[in-house]
């Protein structure tokens, strides 16, 4: 932490880059006022009730990280400050409840699958529901969410196909939850490259949900518990979530002074989003033609670009299925707003934020917009479904790209 408050010199370079300064507007608002205001708290000189509006603001983006000429590496500070002083702070008995809600059921696939089920029940009478919970409720899709999948320990490529190696998968809850078609296609696209994907059958959450709420206890024990499920003889461990694969990278800060920091930043280096892996393979199978051109909007999750530096392989990677011209969203790669679960904790910030992306997304005409995280598929989906009932189709990378493989591309 130290080091982020001492580099910073208050240039004002981040100042742009940050989407909630944008938003609104004051200087305890910007990345160098939030590093102000966590070092003064950190000095006692700020209570932590003082300080909590502006840093209960902060996306958590990174946004500031690549805009900094000095090099701050905010990522350390916030998580960890949010981790030191969450024991001090005061909260509503409804925060304290939604909090509840949000740590005993989103990290765990099968509870939260259940709870957005009764939520989905519970929509026609959202005005009844207390008004802080019902952003949870106008996130969730409107269609039956699919069964959930469960995965052999091992899915091997056919006979046929010249081995490229071998991986193990995390599944992540959100989207076990909502999308496990993601997986589907993650394990489809692996296998067609020659990839073995194994499954560690005890893996659980990340822990990246509560690492970013300041439950530093839950996610040590989330980090551990992966530590042990995932095998070390294997080329990588894949994420398809970029929160959870930014989640993961944050393992030595999780576990910083702690007896696994050096597992943790073993499991941190072999870690891969799945669109990393895939340019790395000697080889990638050739993709059919879809038989017709298609324009993609490639929206650049946070914790994808900024946490991990990801932004060029998932372009690539599109950009390698024959007539698809990928298009730039006109916003700098501004926050959709989702960022873990700040579209429930801070829903006008992060409702104005996802507007905003929608309306840029509509005037680029595309006939796909395509991400590398769920949390992000689901606020762009909340917001480009218009009032009529339409909206762009939404897609991860590798559902793209495995529709691609399957000759289904062209009647997306
Ligand atoms: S750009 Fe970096 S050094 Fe300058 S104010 Fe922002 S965080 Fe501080
Ligand atoms: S993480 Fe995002 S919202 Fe927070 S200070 Fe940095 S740019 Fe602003």
Redesign the pocket.
Known sequence: MADAVTKCVHCGFCLP?????AEIGTEADT?RG?IVIMKEVLEGSLSVADASPHVDA???????EPACPSGVP?RDL?SAYRAKTNPERKRSLTDKIKRKVISQTLPYPARFQAAARLGQLSKPLSGLVPPAFRPMLDLLPQEKLPRMVVYPPSVEPAPETPRQGRVALLLGCAQQALDPDINDATIEVLNRNGVEVVIPPTQGCCGALSWHIGEMGDAQKFAINNLAAFPADVDAVITNAAGCGSGIHEYPLILKGTSAEAAAQAMAERTRDISVHLGRLAELAPIPDPGRPLRIAYHDACHLANAQGVRQPPRDLLRAIPQVEVVEIPDGGTCCGSAGTYNIDQPEIAASLGRKKAEFIRELNADLVVSGNIGCLTQLRAHLADDKGGTIPIRHTVQVLRDAYAGKLGSA
């Open positions: 880059a940050c989407p909630t300064y990345p939030r902060c996306l958590g983006c990174l946004a500031c905010y916030i």
